[in-house]
């Protein structure tokens, strides 16, 4: 495999929810990049760059995740089919869902085990699901995901204020 690089461009007049001046969950782009397959070392670089004229909020990295995906002998269930963005957050995370079955509901469940929240997904939602956390205080929860084959995954996050 000859293998140049692979290279992800973002500048903000080419996300438009980053010109519209609010700051919600739009402004979070999830971006998946592909990797070469390789038992060689990959190299990843980050590279923000700012204009000294602009005053703006910056650059934001959450969640980076890599991951081998080999081909193995038996069937295994994946606990992390969904990737969960920010983590800490504020008023709402994000829930992309990497799976080919549609998440259908969530529950967000207190350390000692309350369920502090609950609902559904409408089918259309797509593979990137919003959930408010805007009722809830600050601490440590469990996101419960279940999907459309009744699968089950489950996620620690943090909620800050």
Same mark, same amino acid.
């Given at each position: ?10 500048t ?10 609010v ?17 060689d070392?990959?190299?990843?670089r980050?590279?923000?760059?700012s204009n000294?004229?602009?005053n703006d909020? +910056? ?8 991951t081998?995906?080999?081909p193995v ?13 920010p983590n ?18 969530y ?18 939602? +797509? ?11 600050? +601490? ?9 084959? +009744? ?11």
């Open positions: 495999d000859n293998f140049n690089g692979t290279a992800a461009r973002w903000k007049s080419a996300y438009s929810y980053w010109s519209d001046n700051i919600d969950e739009r402004d979070w782009k999830y971006e998946e990049l592909k990797l070469p397959n390789s038992s070392t990959v190299y990843i980050l590279r923000f760059y000294a004229l602009v909020f +910056g650059w934001y990295v959450d969640n980076i995740r890599f081998n995906k080999q002998s038996v069937q295994e269930s994946d606990a992390s089919n969904s990737l969960i963005f800490p957050a504020k008023d709402f995370i994000k829930v992309h869902s990497n799976s080919n079955s549609q998440i259908e509901r529950s967000i469940i207190s350390a000692v085990g309350e369920i502090c929240s609950q609902g559904e997904f409408a089918a259309s939602s +797509g593979s990137e699901l919003v959930v408010n956390l805007k009722g809830l205080l600050p +601490g440590a929860y469990y996101l419960l995901l279940e999907d459309s084959n +009744g699968a089950k995954q489950k996620h620690n996050i943090i909620v800050i204020r």
